[in-house]
């Protein structure tokens, strides 16, 4: 799995921060149930989120938010996504803003789900085996704190699954957990070409591999 990760890795070797590009990707093992939504939550530029009744939301940060999104939305049980930014000190940031590092925010995925199909603890544990979250501020060659291993968790118990999650993860790695858990605060969607990247260019620019186990 590790040389799986470092492979999507290196593929990803242009960040979102720099001009489009296109690599190849292979076939995940992952497949999602039916078309998956892109309105998590009513996801806006910071304003409130609710999910759908019968949903929950969930938020990570695991590096270019191209990638992430595509691998979550190849996970069973996961109903919408979108990509945007939060964890950061300044209000209503442009990608160009957050590109600077000066804005503290994470490029940030949002999740919604069916907790009767994966459950959050689930989602965790595929987050910490879609990256490699022992680097800090960084994945691969993108560096900067908008690249950080984060799990911006919305309740009490979503902080404890989260610790519990990395717990279970850290025998895997050889170095230690570089990822934060933070309370969610104000999430901006990006901008509308970043949404769904993959599946609007095919180009798969940031390919993350999931292991069997995600579906």
């Not at 799995?1 to 489009?20: D, E, H, Q, S, Y």
């Not at 940030?108 to 595929?126: G, T």
């Amino acid at each position: 799995m590790r040389t799986l990760l470092l492979v999507a890795l290196t593929l990803c070797g242009v960040a979102a921060c720099r001009a489009p590009h296109s690599a190849p990707v292979a076939d995940s093992p992952a497949v999602a149930q039916g078309p998956v939504g892109t309105d998590p939550g009513g996801v806006g530029r910071g304003t409130p989120l609710v999910a759908k009744p019968g949903r929950e939301l969930a938020a990570f940060a695991a590096g270019c938010f191209w990638g992430v999104e595509d691998a979550f939305r190849h996970v069973r049980g996961v109903t919408a996504t979108a990509v945007g930014y939060t964890g950061g000190h300044t209000e209503d940031p442009s990608y160009a803003a957050v590109c600077n590092h000066d804005t503290g925010h994470a490029e940030a995925v949002l999740v919604e789900y069916d907790p009767k199909v994966v459950s959050y603890d689930k989602l965790c544990d595929i987050f910490f085996k879609v990256h490699d979250p022992t680097q800090l501020n960084q994945q691969g060659p993108d560096v900067g704190d908008q690249y950080r291993s984060e799990i911006f968790t919305l309740d009490a118990a979503q902080r404890t699954a989260a610790k519990a999650s990395l717990d279970r993860a850290q025998p895997a790695h050889g170095g230690k957990i570089a990822t934060k858990i933070e309370p969610l605060a104000k999430f901006w969607k990006a901008e509308e070409y970043h949404q769904q990247y993959a599946e609007k260019t095919g180009s798969h620019g940031c390919p993350i591999a999931l292991p069997p186990e995600a579906t």
